[in-house]
């Protein structure tokens, strides 16, 4: 079991007053169809369908919203937003082109549960960590399911074990493993561990959201976490999706490192090309490394694939990666640019300390490389 760094620092500040619990009690109303609203479910690999097209969230948890905000969101370029919005802001969210994950208070469900803007419900965060047991999380989940079937419900963890403990009381999980500690003595792998474990837990095909950690430094509750560097982040960020992670959200004391901040904008412009590939129907395919430190997923899209490796370590490792099925062609380097070989199923490739390498091959290659298409996956589709 992967050890825990420290207690999500919203606990102590934000969460407590702001999540609510629906407890048990008569009901707000009859189920009402959604008229303009949106509908979303998750399709059989964990990915979020918005009205029937492809949802993948990059969700950032704020703490207020205004136009400040919401210009820092496009130029960064998310699509979800988390906390710290109010009920009757939603339809701005809405015309920003962004999509909402909500609280579960009375007035929440009023305004939420036929709004386009609704992603799903947050029903409460770490209740492992609150003394909410798995039962009544379950009661909670079943009296949102009455009021509102046309979106999910999600619970976020911090323990690894509760990940099968409160399967029964959500539709999706967050797992928020914050592993950049003041010692740096967490390894970036346990959001991977907890991130398969989710997937390998939840129903509905396995999506799993996982929250980034973009805080840390001497200021952020009493030094107990380093300040995540560009690279530490994109690396975490990489080996969710390695792990099968289905949303990427980030987190932080907002925002507090200039330099780290801004990465997310190009992380993110990364998140978005990979996008068409991880949504669109496939197949996942077998992987094997020569170097246990590089983590790898590939999928096949049509005659084509991707792979995304990422070395878990600290320090610069060479690598051999097998990817089944890809035979003896040139893969495209999505980041950099240019070609790599492959020679029976493998590409031999060096990594730097935390990095990543993302290759692409087939017909589809060109033709899905680029900001465009990775917007039809992104942008919140109408009602």
């Known amino acids: 079991m992967p050890a825990r760094a420290s207690a999500h620092p919203l606990l102590q500040i934000v969460l407590a007053g702001l999540l609510v619990l629906v407890a048990p009690g008569p009901a707000l109303a009859e189920p009402v ?9 998750f399709d059989a690999a964990g990915i979020a369908q918005v009205n029937g097209q492809p949802f993948f969230p990059i969700g950032l948890y704020t703490y207020h919203l205004d136009a400040t905000v919401l210009a820092e969101m496009h130029a960064l370029r998310f699509n979800t937003i988390l906390n710290g919005f109010r009920p009757d802001q939603l339809d701005t969210i809405h015309e920003h082109g962004l999509m909402a994950v909500c609280h579960t208070g009375d007035e929440w469900i009023a305004a939420a549960r036929n709004h386009p803007a609704l992603l799903a419900w947050y029903l409460y965060d770490e209740p492992e960590g609150h003394g909410r047991t798995p039962e009544e999380m379950r009661l909670a989940y079943l009296r949102m399911k009455q009021i509102d079937p046309s979106h999910p419900v999600g619970l976020c963890h911090f323990l690894y074990e509760a990940l099968e403990d409160y399967r029964d009381a959500r539709d999706f999980s967050i ?9 740096r003595d967490v390894p970036l792998l346990n959001v991977g561990i907890h991130a398969a474990q989710a997937r390998a837990t939840n129903r509905n095909g ?8 973009v805080f840390g430094g001497p200021e952020t509750e009493g030094g107990k976490w380093a300040q995540p560097t560009p690279r530490e ?4 960020t990489f080996i969710a999706l390695v792990h099968g992670s289905t949303g990427i959200l980030y987190f932080s004391y907002w ?3 200039p330099e780290t901040w801004r990465s997310l904008g190009d992380l993110n412009r990364d998140l978005r090309r990979m996008v068409p590939w991880l949504v669109a129907e496939g197949t996942e395919l077998e992987t094997g490394v020569s170097n246990r430190a590089i983590h790898v997923r590939a999928r096949q899209v049509g005659e084509g ?10 320090e610069a490792v060479d690598s051999a990666i097998f990817v089944r099925g890809t035979g003896t062609r040139p893969a495209q380097l999505l980041f950099e640019g240019g070609t790599i070989p492959i020679a029976r199923s493998n590409i031999r490739d060096r990594f730097g300390p935390y990095q990543e390498r993302v290759y692409v091959w087939g017909p589809e290659a060109t033709s899905m490389i680029g900001e465009e298409s990775a917007e039809l996956s992104l942008t919140a589709p109408g009602p």
Do not use: E, F, H, L
Request: proline share 12%; glycine share 6%; charged share 10%.
């Open 233 to 236: 982040v994109r690396a975490m």
């Open 33 to 41: 169809a959604p008229r303009a609203g949106s509908r979303v479910v």
């Open 305 to 314: 694939g991707i792979a995304i490796a990422v070395n878990t370590a600290p």
């Open 255 to 257: 925002p507090k490192a």
């Open 175 to 183: 797992t928020d493993v914050y592993p950049v500690t003041a010692n």
């Open 206 to 213: 396995g999506p799993n959201w996982t929250c980034i950690q």
